[in-house]
Every structure is written in C-alpha cells, then in structure tokens.
C-alpha cells in the first residue's frame, strides 16, 4: 500500500530574507528547490535583479539613495538604502518567530544591509540567524 506524505506544518512563522545579488540567489535556489514551511523574501537596491527573483516578496530597498542602480560596491550606500527603508522592512518581517538573512560581502546591499535587516528582526523579537557567503580573493 502507498504512504501519503502528509503536509509539513509549521507552528512557526519563518522568513528568509535574501539580501543584495547574492543573498536573491541564494533565495531563488530555495525556491526553486520547492523548500516549504517557510514565507520567501529579497530586498535589494537594484530595480533589475528584483525584478528576475523568482521570490515572492521582493522589497525595493534605498529607493532615492540609489534610484534603482544598487549600492556600487559600497557598504555604506547598502546600509544607508536599509536605514531609509526600515519602515518597509520591519513591515515585511513582523509576525516572524524566526528570521534566516542570507547574503554575500563582496557587494554594497549584502555587506551594508544585512546588519540593518537583523537589527530589525531582532527589534521584533525574532531569533535571528545569518549565513553569509564571503567572496574569493580573486572575485
């Protein structure tokens, strides 16, 4: 006789967040690996790669600190495109019991963003968890 899997439940509201070119790919993965139980999001200072996610979500973050062109490979113009948009983000993330925020250094929007995105989450009381991807040397 076959088994029926039953649907996965899930008591807890889970968000992953991907932040900047590098965290929107690592959340396309996920979504195209059909990972369930969990709600999907991008945030990211540039208008084009938002618009190829395949998330969900997707949240424009920064809108006048980079008119849609990203963050240039500067932190700061990362953090400074959170920071402006923190309104939307602690939007986007209340409810969550816990939040995965996964991006990479070798940008703008990662590097800067990210630590505006887990002050967020944690402001809210979510726990709060981050996997980060560090560029090669020659990247």
Do not use: W, Y
């Not at 509201?13 to 965290?23: A, T």
């Not at 963050?71 to 602690?90: F, L, T, W, Y």
């Amino acid at each position: 006789m076959p088994q029926v899997k039953p649907e996965m439940e899930t008591f807890a509201k889970i968000k992953v967040v991907g932040v900047g070119g590098s965290g929107g790919s690592a959340v396309n993965r996920m979504v195209a690996a059909k990972i369930r139980g969990v709600d999907f999001v991008v945030l990211n200072t540039d208008v084009q790669a938002l618009h190829h996610s395949t998330a969900p979500q997707k949240l424009h973050i920064g809108k006048s600190v980079t008119r849609g062109l990203g963050a240039g490979m500067d932190p700061e113009v990362g953090r400074k495109a959170a920071e402006e948009s923190q309104n939307e983000i602690r939007e986007i993330l209340k409810d969550s019991d816990m939040v995965f925020i996964t991006c990479g250094l070798g940008g703008g929007t990662g590097s800067g963003a990210s630590s505006v995105v887990a002050e967020v989450a944690r402001e809210l009381g979510a726990l709060t968890v981050a996997v980060v991807t560090k560029p090669f040397g020659f990247e």
